[in-house]
């Protein structure tokens, strides 16, 4: 099925842990995001990519990293996992309407 | 500074009856409004949207109504049905912006049998 796909669905992370957040999508959209939701708040972007190797920061950048090496791809890399990053992780792509992953559920420890 | 407003955190309509989510912006700059549903442990799945250039948009029993001048904006579901409980999401976009969105904190809505 097209669409966008996120892995892992869950993750719990101790402090100091690194992880990538894997996302790819399969609709040949050259916009991607990704967004973080906390309980009661809306989504707030951390970085996207407005197409393969350029990638720039979003309201949220600080604790995160991201690469867009091909344009299926763009995964988001947390170096020193800390408790406020514990949230829900979607990644989304867009050629005129954003298409949303299922999620990414992680726990910082 | 929270662009996107939706100060409704929750609204709980009779199934059969009129939803109305409110929505307001303070970004001039947006020409491009989009609603989003969210089950719980789901991505957002998108509803509807409306550009600037249009006051009304109609898809099924959903409508958007955009009033430019007060920044404001509605979603209107028509009759409610207990399948659309869900957290619903406004948000925003400057189309000269790299195609960002902005989005509120959403209302809960809640469609009583």
């Known amino acids: 099925n097209a669409g966008v796909t996120q892995t892992p669905k869950f993750r719990i992370l101790k402090i100091g842990q690194s992880m990538t957040l894997q996302c790819a999508q399969d609709?040949?959209?050259?916009?991607m995001y990704w967004y973080r939701q906390d309980p009661g708040m809306g989504l707030k972007l951390i970085y996207y990519s407005v197409g393969a190797g350029i990638t720039d920061k979003g309201e949220v950048p600080n604790g995160y990293n991201v690469s867009r090496s091909t344009t299926e791809d763009f995964p988001l890399r947390l170096e020193l996992a800390a408790p406020s990053q514990t949230s829900v992780y979607f990644c989304?792509?867009?050629?005129?309407?954003?298409?949303f992953g299922q999620g990414t559920r992680l726990t910082v420890v | 500074d929270q662009q996107v407003k939706q100060n409704s955190p929750s609204l709980s309509v009779q199934e059969g009856r009129i939803s109305i989510l409110n929505c307001d912006y303070t970004n001039s700059m947006f020409d491009y409004f989009l609603w989003y549903k969210k089950y719980p442990a789901e991505g957002p799945t998108f509803l509807i949207s409306i550009s600037s250039i249009k006051d009304k948009n109609e898809d099924g029993r959903f409508t958007v109504f955009l009033n430019k001048s007060a920044k404001h904006l509605s979603l209107h579901i028509v009759p409610s049905q207990p399948g659309d409980s869900a957290v619903y999401f406004c948000?925003?976009?400057?189309?000269?912006?790299?195609?960002?969105?902005?989005f509120g904190k959403g209302i809960t809505l809640s469609v009583r049998p």
């Open positions: 989304a792509s867009s050629g005129g309407i954003w298409i």
């Open positions: 948000a925003a976009s400057d189309s000269g912006a790299n195609s960002k969105l902005t």
């Open positions: 609709m040949n959209h050259n916009y």
